[in-house]
C-alpha cells in the first residue's frame, strides 16, 4: 500500500515542476510532449515506497534524470515519426505565459561566451537547429549549455562517458555556431518594429512593402500537420513569401492579427472567431526578416487559444 507523502515533502517535490517543464521544453520542442514527460516522471517517483524516496539523496536531481532519460527515449523514436508527419514539422511555440525563462543552475566557471540563456534557448531559430541534431547531442548540449549540469551527470542520462558526452556538446555547438541562429545583433526594438511593419504591410496587403521587409534570400516554413491547409514545402524567396502572404490575407478576410511575443521574441498570431488558427515566429537581420515560421496545426495552438 502507499502511504500518502507529508505535505512538505509533497510540496518539495511539486516545486521541480517548472524546471523539469524548462528542461523537456527544451530537449523535444512540444510543450503537450513536455508536460507528458513531467507527468510520467512523477508517476515513477510516486510509484516507488516511502522507504525508496527517503534513500534518494537529491530528489530534483533525480527528477531530472528520469524526466531527461524519458526525453532520450522519445526523441530517438520521434525521428520515425517525423518521417510520416505531412509536411514541415515546425516546434510548437510558447504562448506568452507559459515563457519560463527562469530556473536554470549556477554558471559557475563556465565561459560566458559559451553559455545560452534560457530565454535564448526558446528562440524558434535555436529550437529548429537543436531539430538537427541527434538525441545524444541535443541531450548533452542542452543539459550542460543550458542549464549547466556536469558532463558527469549527463553522462549517467545519456549512458557514455563523460568524454564522449564532452565531444556530443561540442559537436552540437559547432552546429549552434555554423547557423548562428540564437544571437542577433538587430536590436529587440528594432526586430518589433519591423514585425510591426510586415504586419501593417500584410493586413493591407502591400506587395511591394512585404517585398521590402522580407531578405532576398528569406525562406518561410508552414506547418498543418496534414489538418489543416499549409505550404508542404518551404517558400523561399521575397517576393514568393510576399505573395503567399497577399494571397493568404485575399483568401482569408475578417481574421485578427495580433503582435505577441513568441517564443521570447516578437511575433504575430492570426485570430479567427477567437481561435488561434495560426502563431508567426520570425528572424530579423538588420532591417529584414530571414526566415519566418508559421504554425497552423491546431494540436500545436491549444495553449494559444486559452492563454
Request: a neutral charge; glycine letters at 6%; proline letters at 6%.
Amino acid at each position: 500500500m502507499t502511504t500518502t507523502p507529508p505535505p512538505a515533502a509533497l510540496g518539495a517535490i511539486m516545486s521541480e515542476r517548472r524546471q523539469l517543464i524548462n528542461v523537456a521544453y527544451r530537449l523535444l520542442g512540444s510543450l503537450a510532449d513536455a508536460e507528458d514527460v513531467v507527468q510520467e516522471t512523477y508517476a515513477r517517483w510516486y510509484a516507488m515506497t516511502p522507504r525508496q524516496q527517503e534513500a534518494i539523496e537529491s530528489p530534483g536531481a533525480w527528477l531530472t534524470r528520469v524526466a531527461s532519460r524519458v526525453c532520450l527515449d522519445l526523441l530517438r523514436s520521434a525521428r520515425a515519426r517525423r518521417e510520416s508527419y505531412v509536411g514541415e514539422w515546425i516546434p510548437e511555440p510558447l504562448p506568452d505565459r507559459t515563457e519560463w525563462i527562469d530556473g536554470g543552475r549556477d554558471a559557475g566557471s563556465a565561459d560566458p561566451a559559451d553559455r545560452v540563456t534560457l530565454d535564448e534557448s526558446v528562440n524558434m531559430a535555436f529550437l529548429v537547429v537543436l531539430e538537427s541534431m541527434t538525441p545524444a547531442e541535443r541531450v548533452s548540449f542542452v543539459l550542460h549549455d543550458v542549464f549547466r549540469y556536469s558532463f558527469a551527470e549527463v553522462a549517467e542520462i545519456v549512458g557514455r562517458t563523460p568524454a564522449a558526452c564532452r565531444q556530443l556538446a561540442s559537436s552540437a555547438r559547432r552546429r549552434i555556431r555554423a547557423s548562428k541562429p540564437a544571437a542577433s545583433t538587430t536590436p529587440a526594438a528594432r526586430r518589433a518594429d519591423v514585425v510591426r511593419e510586415f504586419k501593417q504591410a500584410w493586413e493591407a496587403k502591400d506587395l511591394d512593402a512585404l517585398i521590402r521587409l522580407l531578405d532576398p534570400e528569406a525562406t518561410a516554413v508552414g506547418d498543418g500537420g496534414g489538418l489543416v491547409g499549409a505550404a508542404l514545402h518551404p517558400v523561399a524567396g521575397a517576393e514568393r513569401i510576399a505573395r503567399y502572404f497577399v494571397d493568404l490575407a485575399e483568401r482569408a478576410p475578417g481574421v485578427e492579427i495580433l503582435e505577441r511575443t513568441v517564443n521570447a521574441q516578437p511575433g504575430l498570431v492570426v485570430r479567427q472567431d477567437g481561435i488561434t488558427v495560426t502563431v508567426l515566429a520570425f528572424e530579423v537581420t538588420g532591417d529584414r526578416i530571414k526566415q519566418v515560421w508559421g504554425v497552423r496545426n491546431p494540436e500545436k495552438l491549444r495553449p494559444w487559444t486559452t492563454a
